[in-house]
């Protein structure tokens, strides 16, 4: 039978920061499942147009990705997504998943899940956000006072974000803030909630896949609205950690055991009620 595991990412234009964080990830993906063939996927559509337009170079989109790989006769598929959040980019992978599983044109596909989506009570469900924050071991050991950079969602995985804050608060980091660009909590209740600790110098990191344009521009750049001169003119000094979380490999691990999840059918159609968590494949 002919396999593949599809590599799902929102993408990036930022060449130095692909190598580092996707291309790794995939690498890792080939050295630990070696019977699947590794193909890659964009889910914005505007980076796969400027990569075409500027550098000729052409990435699949999910759809395209999945014709590819039942023309080419493939038979199981893991699609497996490097979101953070199951937010709308999760939901368009998500989309198109569940077409092809209609459709049935693969004799198995099963899709993992992102960084963060389990947070229960429930003993045999994986802590998701508790391996998340073990993940950042590396940065909060080397940094104490540290602003996180979410990307941030009018979508209702917005929460991801705060529940990750309390996550974090939970295991004693009390100085760690989690703010996003485009959501909840923002820059200015970041600043609220440094002031209020009287904290007067912390070190701002990207939470996201890749340091790409929001790591770059809107988190360290010189405009005046960047977090790092917000931070400035509120008097808080700043330091820069310029990496994406997949450049770190125990972040790195989280994808790779949610592609093993996936594959031997874990965890799969788990819904939202205490009978949904019975149905749940131990």
Not at 51 to 69: F, M, N, S
């Amino acid at each position: 039978m002919k396999k593949a595991i599809l590599v799902v990412s929102f993408g990036t234009t930022h060449k130095d920061t692909l190598e580092l964080t996707i291309e790794r990830i995939e690498d890792r993906v080939r050295e630990n499942f070696k019977e699947y063939e590794v193909r890659r996927a964009f889910t914005a559509h505007q980076i796969i147009k400027i990569l075409k337009e500027r550098d000729g170079i052409h990435e699949d989109t999910p759809e395209e990705a999945l014709e590819k790989l039942k023309n080419e006769g493939f038979e199981e598929v893991i699609v497996q997504p490097l979101h953070l959040i199951p937010g709308a980019e999760f939901d368009y992978v998500t989309s198109v998943v569940d077409k092809y599983k209609e459709d049935g044109i693969f004799k198995k596909i099963a899709m993992g899940r992102p960084a963060l989506f389990y947070k229960t009570a429930e003993e045999h469900i994986p802590d998701d956000y508790q391996i998340f924050t073990e993940s950042l071991e590396e940065i909060l050991t080397e940094y104490k006072d540290v602003v996180f950079m979410g990307h941030g969602s009018v979508h209702p995985a917005n929460a991801c974000y705060p529940c990750l804050q309390s996550v974090l608060r939970d295991n004693g980091y009390d100085s760690v803030y989690v703010g996003t660009v485009e959501g909840y909590p923002t820059i200015y209740d970041v600043v609220r909630w440094i002031k209020k600790d009287k904290i007067n110098k912390v070190t701002l990191v990207p939470l996201m896949l890749v340091a790409g344009d929001h790591a770059k521009n809107d988190m360290a750049g010189d405009d005046e609205d960047s977090w790092k001169n917000i931070l400035k003119d509120e008097g808080i000094e700043t330091d820069i950690c310029l990496r994406g979380l997949g450049e770190f490999k125990k972040f790195q691990d989280i994808y790779l055991q949610h592609i093993k999840d996936a594959i031997e059918g874990k965890y799969e159609g788990l819904g939202r009620t205490k009978k949904g968590l019975k149905r749940c494949k131990k």
